[in-house]
DNA sequence: AACTGTGAAAACTTTCACAGCA
DNA sequence: TGCTGTGAAAGTTTTCACAGTT
């Protein structure tokens, strides 16, 4: 019904976007990652094959994914690492990279500043708020935790395109009615509330505790069906259960990651501290 | 196949788990956390219209996932608030709490040891690893971060249910073979890697990148149909957008929350900082 | 020969609409 | 009357299998 005109000049993606399934926009986001790994290792093309085991996912299911954007690789060839990427980078909006703006500067909040995921993907921190007067004007990752209530002159000057809420639940709601009155349109939110807001500002959130939760169901699962498998409870193990890593392909050294067997991934996937796990005291 | 004997005085979930679908157990999280919400307000009564709303999806959905359960309501009445949110925790595994593992004692392995939301829903931090010499014997949240290398001597100690894996890239998988060898069954991994376990461990992920990636193509989405809707990006706009939340049926006081218009919400909800988004200095 | 792109089939999920019960 | 529980319809996603291209 909003027909409206197709802006001929605008956006680069050209006018696939409307019809990719919610489903494949998800996965896009993996095949991504996969392709800048390979990227990195030097790997110029790929087979749908090997980027469908390297996703974990089949290699039916890549190549319908990838049909949504048209015509990307060469028969009897492959992918072109580089153009793949591109093109996926493309379609979800990134080329242009975002400006991200963090809401809530507790632990989490410090966690996603510091967060190498994010920069390397493209996403860039350029501004942390808090409502604490304790915490206001203390660095944070190179930058200072400026206050809430500067929200709108913060947003005006940072030209984020992202916000994140990482404030605790109930003031989750009101952080969320700042940044639309500010003008933001794509919100991402920690909080385990649902958050209202106008139909064309995207919002979307992260449950943890859902993942945890989902993962005891599995176990309940399992544990019906084989009555206890006796696992090796003490002793020394060390690194153990290196599994037969062999399918028919062996292919680049790149894909070594590959043959998730069971991971029941739904989406996204974090990288937590960014360099060795160390905790900068 | 694997047809063992169904273990008669086992587990206590009954034998319903095998055919609930995998879409509808993600939601069993959500409805959890609202009946939480509502019984922590005093409400002892809902309707499937209500917390269908409170829960973001339709009515009609709710009461076919609940129905998977056995039957749960009384017609014409609505659903006891405490025996639904009972029974869902059964079969999701959560009667008994579960006993966590951290490993990575980083920024975001700290935020989540600190991170109430878990412990409130019956996820207890029983310990924390990490390699760094650095880290290890540091107080977090009230435990001491161990070394990993004595690893299978704290499983066997600390009888963990679930791990938690907040380490680098580069290191998940070698932690993930030490959690398995350890006899671990659940991991949830924060690495943007794919990780190989036997079919026998259930191993999800989450990749915070992902979502961030998906609220850029919606708003790319958005931004190709409607040219550009002018936002309000500078001045001093306070709380702004009070939207019109009215439905049909006001309900309890502590329904407020519902009517989601546009929340793709996937999965889970975290809670971040634990009290007051302070940073604990 | 090798591998992509895709229609058509199968499987799964959501929504509808109403029978059945308090 | 009011609301649950559920078969059957509609919609979406996955998988299959093969035609088409280099």
Do not use: W
């Not at 350029?126 to 209530?149: K, W």
């Amino acid at each position: 019904m909003t027909e409206q005109h197709e802006a001929p000049g605008g956006v680069s993606g050209r006018a696939l976007q409307k019809d990719i399934p919610q489903a494949t926009v998800a996965r896009l986001a993996t095949y991504l990652r996969v392709l800048a790994m390979l990227a990195d290792d030097g790997v110029a093309i790929v087979s749908s094959e090997e980027l469908a085991v390297a996703a974990g996912v089949n290699s039916a299911k890549l190549r319908k994914d990838l049909s949504f954007l048209g015509p990307n690789g060469v028969r009897g060839v492959g992918y072109d690492v580089a153009k793949l990427r591109a093109r996926i980078e493309d379609v979800l909006g990134l080329s242009q990279g975002h400006r991200v703006v963090l809401v809530g500067a507790g632990n989490l909040g410090r966690a996603l500043v510091g967060y190498g995921g994010f920069r390397r993907r493209g996403f860039t921190v350029v501004g942390i708020l808090d409502s604490d007067p304790e915490v206001i004007g203390m660095p944070v990752a190179g930058l200072v935790v400026r206050d809430v209530a500067e929200l709108p002159a913060a947003v005006a000057e940072l030209e984020p395109t992202i916000a994140v809420i990482t404030v605790p639940d109930d003031a989750a709601q009101d952080v969320c009615d700042r940044l639309v009155a500010s003008g933001l349109q794509s919100i991402l939110s920690f909080a385990p509330c649902e958050l209202v807001a106008p139909a064309t500002v995207e919002v979307r959130r992260v449950d943890l505790a859902v993942e945890m939760q989902m993962l005891s169901f599995e176990r309940m699962r399992n544990a019906e069906q084989a009555p206890l498998p006796e696992v090796a409870h003490a002793g020394s193990g060390r690194i153990a259960h290196r599994l037969p890593t062999s399918h028919t392909a062996p292919a680049h050294p790149a894909l070594q990651h590959a043959t998730t067997p069971h991971t029941t991934t739904s989406h996204t996937a974090t990288e937590p501290s960014s360099k060795g796990s160390v905790v900068t005291p």
